[in-house]
């Protein structure tokens, strides 16, 4: 049979137990004393023995009332800190934010957007992982991540999407070729000689592409392909062709081997979103840092700013 006891019942023993009065123990529960002392008479009746030995000078515990009374205590105690805890939790002081994004925006535009958001968290635990859109899509609905940066491109009825920035497409190919040394836009056509190097085809990038139309032949059918940003910075280091990427997974520079031209005649572009699951809210402190993150994009001045007339849900 359940026992019908609850923490009012355990706040009561303790009460009494501490203060060896029924009158001040009620006082300090801001209770009745018929009230404390039907409680206590509940959870005596519900355990089937005496907590107390009461007589008109004094209360003290029974052997099982002094047995008990350690447990109650770290029962009350635990409760006390949970309590506290998600109160930190829900002011965003405490707690853990796990995000799952593109590795061009988790290496560009995050460790900022951390930067600024562990300074106002500073007891906030941040997890980034980065990966394709479909691995940031199984993070989601898994429950692994708060939410996702990455494309619309692999549209989900259980998703709900909240764009950031928009990231154009663009050609890739080392800095010293011509057509890395031109600072103009370059057309697909002017491509149509050159060895292309795909991605794969669980990739955005591959299908972005796909969805273009009147793309070279050797663009269609990649003499080379990759499914990853450093193997593909390889192959084009060592000259084996020339690609095409959205620009916030375009190599960087650093080395000045490779550098990033827009393309244009079909010109293409992605939209870069949050990703959630549509029925479920953001925790506190993740609300703040998708918050930290729009506050930020906001104020960028490059390519990846967000006007935040923009926000759309």
């Known amino acids: 049979m359940a026992l019908n006891i609850g923490f009012k019942h355990v706040s009561a023993f303790v009460a009494v137990a501490r203060s060896e009065s029924f009158s001040r123990a009620a006082e300090t529960l801001n209770l009745s004393q018929p009230t404390l002392t039907t409680t206590i008479q509940h959870l005596e009746a519900s355990l089937g023995l005496l907590l107390f030995d009461r007589t008109t000078r004094r209360v003290a515990l029974t052997v099982e009332g002094e047995r008990f009374l350690p447990i109650a205590?770290?029962?009350?105690?635990?409760?006390?800190?949970?309590?506290?805890?998600?109160?930190?939790?829900?002011?965003?002081?405490?707690?853990?934010?796990?995000?799952?994004?593109?590795?061009?925006?988790?290496?560009?535009?995050?460790?900022?957007?951390?930067?600024?958001?562990?300074?106002?968290?500073?007891?906030?635990?941040?997890?980034?992982?980065?990966?394709?859109?479909?691995?940031?899509?199984?993070?989601?609905?898994?429950?692994?991540?708060?939410?996702?940066?990455?494309?619309?491109?692999?549209?989900?009825?259980?998703?709900?999407?909240?764009?950031?920035?928009?990231?154009?497409?663009?050609?890739?190919?080392?800095?010293?070729?011509?057509?890395?040394?031109?600072?103009?836009?370059?057309?697909?056509q002017d491509i149509a000689d050159q060895p292309f190097i795909g991605f794969s085809a669980d990739t955005g990038i591959r299908k972005a592409i796909d969805t273009l139309e009147n793309l070279p032949a050797n663009v269609v059918s990649p003499l080379y392909e990759a499914s990853s940003t450093i193997t593909m910075e390889a192959l084009l280091e060592a000259g084996l062709g020339v690609t095409a990427m959205f620009r916030l997974g375009a190599p960087r520079g650093r080395s000045r081997k490779l550098t990033f031209r827009p393309l244009i005649e079909p010109a293409s572009e992605r939209s870069i979103a949050t990703i959630r699951l549509a029925e479920r809210s953001l925790s506190p402190v993740a609300a703040a840092m998708h918050d930290c993150l729009i506050e930020h994009l906001a104020k960028r001045t490059d390519g990846f700013h967000l006007d935040r007339g923009d926000i759309t849900s």
Not at 79 to 95: P, S
Not at 150 to 162: K, P, V, Y
């Open 73 to 188: 205590e770290k029962l009350i105690g635990d409760f006390e800190i949970a309590v506290v805890d998600l109160r930190e939790t829900a002011k965003g002081k405490r707690g853990r934010v796990r995000i799952a994004a593109l590795p061009g925006f988790a290496a560009r535009v995050m460790p900022t957007v951390v930067k600024d958001f562990s300074a106002r968290h500073p007891n906030v635990a941040v997890q980034l992982r980065d990966g394709n859109d479909l691995s940031i899509i199984r993070h989601v609905k898994s429950g692994d991540v708060d939410f996702g940066i990455g494309s619309t491109l692999f549209e989900d009825g259980e998703l709900s999407c909240q764009e950031l920035t928009r990231d154009p497409l663009g050609l890739v190919c080392r800095a010293g070729d011509s057509l890395g040394r031109s600072y103009k836009p370059i057309k697909w």
